[in-house]
């Protein structure tokens, strides 16, 4: 849990709860990120850094294991011949999404990455920004409960050069993602 504070003094810590339109240009998702968690009283802190998107390396910017971080993947998951759903997986950053638990888990004949357009359109983040929230009713959220288990969560807040950190709890009573084991270690 960070430290009873979203203006957490850190030598990456920004202080600034700037809303403006960081992401894509063409979405606000940080902004609406910061409005929720200002609104439910939630304790998070801002953390800036150089632009990255890939986990191993923003997790050794901003200072902590990969296994603090939440790795967000859109899905694409084909239960019959004519529906495809949309899957936000969130895992620990040290792992990676098992699709066999996920094609398990609805039932699916196919499970597979989102092509990029259309993970960006759903996440409304472009790719390595994704949050571990869903604002898109197409898009539904999954979270293995070793996520909501961290006491603290790192994650891009859908802007490659700042991060946020909350609580597992936090993070699970906001985004109230559904609670499935859908991680794997990954490959050595």
């Known amino acids: 849990m960070p430290d009873g504070t979203h203006r957490d003094a850190s030598p990456h810590d920004t202080g600034r709860h700037d809303t403006g339109r960081h992401d894509t ?13 200002d609104s439910a009283g939630v304790d998070y802190r801002l953390i800036d850094h150089e632009p990255e998107g890939a986990t191993e390396a923003v997790c050794a910017l901003r200072g902590h294991p990969a296994g603090e971080a939440a790795k967000c993947i859109v899905l694409r ?13 969130v895992v620990p950053g040290d792992r990676r999404v098992d699709l066999d638990a996920v094609r398990a888990l609805f039932a699916a ?5 989102s092509d990029p357009g259309t993970a960006e359109r759903l996440a409304r983040a472009v790719p390595g920004t994704v949050l571990p929230f869903s604002f898109d009713p197409d898009l539904e959220l999954v979270a293995d409960p070793d996520v909501v288990a961290l006491p603290k969560l790192y994650f891009n807040a859908a802007r490659l050069d700042r991060s946020l950190l909350i609580s597992g709890s936090d993070y699970e009573r ?3 993602p559904r609670i499935e084991r859908i991680a794997t270690p990954a490959p050595a």
Not at 25 to 37: E, K, N
Not at 77 to 89: E, M, N, S
Not at 109 to 113: A, K
């Open 25 to 37: 240009g063409r979405h606000d998702t940080y902004g609406h990120l910061i409005s929720l968690l």
């Open 77 to 89: 998951v084909k239960t019959d011949r004519r529906t495809t759903r949309h899957v936000l997986a």
């Open 109 to 113: 004949r196919y499970v597979g990455f």
């Open 174 to 176: 906001l985004a109230k």
